[in-house]
């Protein structure tokens, strides 16, 4: 068995150390929980199929997380009692009109063949749309995916970390320097890879979710995530709750301050997207995503007794539990599902 540290509790960190301490070796694992935590911000949609993006290597690795994530939660939450606030309600990804819902459906339903996961793909009327998000607008038409499910990215935290714990780990809420290393150095530091300075270098967007409740008698639950026009989404938090997202800010700034622009114009689309109802404000959420170079996550060494996983992007919470599997799989020495060639571009 072997020692590690890992520098980094965000959603890859916790979930690599959880993995580790499973697999018996000895972790201690550092925090600071910086605000601007990206996994706390998160809107925790696992519906990888859904994207344009065209990139292999991210999409075997995001269908590979998706795929893990009913598995997954059962096993933390039945080892821990801690609920993860999974869900799998399914995901509708709105068109502006028949003509791009043709394209779109057909686009999403090529993707079943290799990823029966996603269960049924099928059109959804206006009229349909209406019927299974009561509040939501009526003006577009959609496809629904019934694999889509939705992930509360500080439950998930928490589960781990519990996990992590029972397993035997530390976890150990400070900054790390490098004289605390014990064993193989892991670090899982997010937007603040900067400070370490290793290649490939880590930037990240500055990205604002608002939160809000829709003031209507009927208490609508159990509504599926919404991919709605352009790159905004809306999750439901519960009764007549949601979030909408996302505003994508490139920066060098740390700064976790919501910004006034930012808020008018989610609480606009808000409106938009739940005409008629009266939108209560419930917070505005910021977090700090990070990248690496060509929006591709980064999995290697730095150095010989340095190991790097972060620029886990737009879907670091789909594909952080099973990068945890598999990177214990490779640490072992075992033979592993994902190829890490692909992920160590340097
Ligand atoms: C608004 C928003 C919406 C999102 N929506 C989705 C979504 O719907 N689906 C999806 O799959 N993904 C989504 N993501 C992306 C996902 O949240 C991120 O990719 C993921 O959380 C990144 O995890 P991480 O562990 O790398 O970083 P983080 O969660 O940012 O964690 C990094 C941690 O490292 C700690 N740290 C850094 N340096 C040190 C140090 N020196 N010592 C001690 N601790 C340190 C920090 O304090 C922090 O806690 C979203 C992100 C945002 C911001």
New binding site residues.
Partial sequence: MSTYTI???????ASIGYHLVKAGHTVTL?????S???????????APWISQKRNKDWYRLVTAGAKYYPEFVKKIETETGVSTGYKQEGVLSLFKDDTVLEKGFKRIHSKKENAPEMGEVYKVSREDVKKMHPHLTDLYPGVYVEGGGQIE?ASLLKALKAGFLHHGGRWIN???NSSKTEGLLIY?????AV?QGYAPKIRHQR???FHFEVDEAEKVTDTPVVMALGPI?LVELGANKYAI??THTETESFSTEPSRENYDYLRGLAQRYFPGSNIRDISM?V????FARDYMPYIGYAEENVFIV?G?????????PVLGREIVKFLNGEETELDFGDYSYI
């Avoid at 550092?30 to 910086?34: E, V």
């Avoid at 601007?36 to 696992?46: P, Y």
């Avoid at 886990?312 to 952080?320: E, K, N, P, R, V």
Wanted: net charge negative; proline share 2%.
């Fill in positions: 520098v980094g509790g965000g959603i890859v960190g550092y925090d600071r929980a910086d601007g935590q990206a996994t706390a911000a998160s809107a925790g949609i696992i990215g400070e900054d790390f899982a530091s997010g937007a603040w400070e990205s604002e979710v989404y997202g996302t959420m977090g700090l995503k990070p972060n886990l992007g737009s879907t670091g919470l789909t594909a952080s």
